[in-house]
């Protein structure tokens, strides 16, 4: 009886010993997560004026900024959410809602799973050969925009098919009871109950995109750009134009890397509180995608 | 009638044209990648290629083997698994078996966060804020090292290998955890000797995917790493992975066309197909455990 007792409280012992070491292993990344962000605010709050985000880079660490950068990376992300999300909630839908189950479903489906491990950095080599030589659109915004594009779009199908398969098939046999087609299912059904995870999908895509450097560096953006894109906006008829789109640009990503690579200890500091923007930017889009995705749950009960 | 058949029709090949345009990426990864290599190794041999211990395609006299930067990408990417194959299987371990409802509701989208900080910052950190620390404790080690943007590539794939070894945990079905506290075990007991291995194939593909995210890592090595082709397996000396060396050569001015252009198509080649047989192996284990239950 000793024996069975002191052999329980042993097993319970390190079954309690156990709960400490996985609640530790749980919370070491977010600690350093924490102090990647304590670190970066500490090295870089002084350069964050208003003055930082309003001028060009610059040979003087104290006069250069973020200008172009974060202009850049606006455009490019523009270009990159036009393109990517209606293919990929379109390749979403199909694939859940239309496919039949055949070889050619399958090989769409292994080649998805498959892109979507495929390092950054090979998309970015597929855009030099595709966009900048073949296609000719040069070291443009457009080029790096859909280059970004590429990369984001098997999360974003990815997101769609998950949103979509949450959907019971009740609603559909009701949809289709009333008389209604497919497509006047997918309409007013399947899509808007299953936008909530499609615009989590969407929007952690799109962070992604934001701070992804390596393809963009290999499509050959320039990292000093002291110059802003040609404006979308012009004052002649038809008051429109798309030359931005053909501008050589640079990112915030990029112009961080350019400050971190130099050994001044000026120019680290402006890495830094490109950083802190960066990393702003990131929390805020993935803290909005997963308020959406709560909310989203909590409106909609089967 | 008739117009909405019409209708119905072409929305669907619409539909069908987005979906198959991933196959066309794909293959214009696959045909970009060999016809730029081909004309590489219509000038470098392929066994110079692969059995060659020096890289330094830029030099005057240049010398084209890969081992340097297969090397470099295997000592970061052994040093990132050391960090993220423990603390991301006890995490997973942890959240699925111990962790209460809400807390793990709350915890796992904040642990994907670590996995969306941009690279950029990460190679920031491990730069200027690891190395500095880890020069205290080994004096021996260099300002650019393998082992900094190791242990910080192997904290941002924690995410990758907690929650895909973790969705297979959960899938193990509840009554094979009750049998097992019936029989009287702990927690712990149960998670070590029935959940495992019972989501063995699952925690496999989350490692591989890991494995395969830290090979494809790009800029922490490409900032904290030193760019310098080493063959070596020392993590305290300056290294350069695969991906880095496609960063270095991007940066500069390449002619279009010119052998040093094609270097990077022939390591990208080298990336492409390294990754691909771990995400290969790692979907089939995956689709696996679908099946099992």
């Known amino acids: ?302 | 009638m008739n117009t909405k058949k019409i209708k119905e029709r072409s929305i669907e090949s619409l539909l069908f044209v987005c979906a198959a345009s991933s196959i066309f990426v794909t293959l214009s990864i696959v045909i970009i990648l060999s016809f730029e290599s081909y004309g590489f190794f219509k000038e470098v041999p392929l066994f110079e290629f692969l059995t060659g211990t020096e890289w330094t395609p830029l030099f005057e006299n240049p010398k084209f083997g890969i081992l340097p930067l297969i090397a470099g990408t295997l000592l970061t990417t052994c040093t990132a698994l050391m960090v993220a194959l423990p603390l991301g299987l006890l995490a997973a371990i942890y959240l699925s078996e111990y962790a209460p409802h809400k807390l793990r509701e709350t915890i796992k989208p904040v642990l994907e966060l670590l996995a969306a900080v941009p690279t950029v910052v990460y190679g920031y950190f491990a730069l200027l804020f690891l190395t500095p620390i880890l020069q205290e404790f080994i004096i021996e080690l260099s300002g650019f090292n393998a082992l900094s943007p190791g242990i910080i590539i192997g904290v941002m794939i924690i995410p990758y290998v907690s929650s895909v070894s973790e969705d297979a945990m959960r899938a193990v079905p509840m009554h094979i955890r009750e049998g097992s506290y019936a029989m009287g075990a702990t927690k712990l007991q149960t998670s070590l000797k029935v959940i495992i291995p019972a989501a063995f194939s699952g925690i496999a593909a989350a490692f591989l995917i890991g494995i395969s995210r830290a090979v494809g890592e790009t800029m922490v090595v490409a900032i904290a790493a030193g760019m310098m082709p080493n063959f070596t397996i020392n993590p305290f000396e300056p290294v350069q992975t695969l991906t880095a060396y496609i960063v270095q050569v991007s940066l500069g001015d390449v002619p279009h066309g010119s052998l040093e252009y094609k270097t990077i198509f022939a390591a990208g080649v080298t990336l492409f197909l390294m990754t691909l047989i771990f995400n290969i192996i790692g979907f089939w284990l995956r689709k696996r455990i679908r099946e099992a239950y």
């Open chain 1, 1 to 302: 009886m000793e024996d069975i007792k002191k052999r329980i409280k042993y097993n319970k012992s390190w079954n309690y010993f156990f709960l400490i070491i996985g609640l530790l292993s749980t919370f070491v990344g977010l600690f350093l997560l924490a102090v990647l962000f304590i670190d970066l605010i500490m090295d870089g709050h002084s350069r964050l004026t208003y003055k930082f985000l309003t001028s060009f880079p610059s040979r003087f660490p104290e006069k250069a900024g973020i200008l172009s950068a974060w202009v850049g990376s606006f455009l490019v992300l523009l270009v990159t959410a036009l393109s990517a999300i209606p293919i990929g909630v379109a390749a979403g839908i199909y694939l859940e809602e239309y496919a039949k189950k055949n070889w050619l479903t399958d090989i769409i489906e292994i080649n998805i799973a498959n892109l979507a491990g495929v390092p950054s950095i090979v998309y970015g080599l597929l855009a030099l050969g595709l966009f900048v030589y073949f296609f000719k659109f040069g070291e443009s915004i457009l080029t790096g925009g859909l280059t970004l594009a590429l990369l984001i779009l098997p999360m974003v199908i990815m997101a769609t098919r998950e949103s979509i398969r949450a959907i019971p098939n009740s609603i559909r046999e009701a949809s289709y009871a009333l008389g209604a087609t497919k497509w006047q299912t997918v309409q007013w059904h399947i899509f808007p109950y299953s936008l909530g995870g499609i615009l989590t999908g969407i929007i952690i895509g799109l962070s992604r995109a934001i701070g992804e450097t390596a393809p963009i560096i290999t499509v050959g953006a320039l990292t000093f750009i002291a110059f802003l894109p040609s404006s979308p906006i012009t004052s002649a008829f038809p008051f429109i134009s798309f030359e931005w789109l053909f501008d050589p640009f640079t990112v915030m990503p990029i112009q961080m890397f350019n400050w971190v690579s130099r050994p001044q200890k000026e120019f680290q500091i402006n890495a830094a509180a490109a950083g802190i923007i960066l990393m702003l930017m990131t929390l805020i889009m993935n803290g909005i995608a997963i308020h959406i995705r709560y909310k989203f749950r909590k409106k909609i009960k089967w």
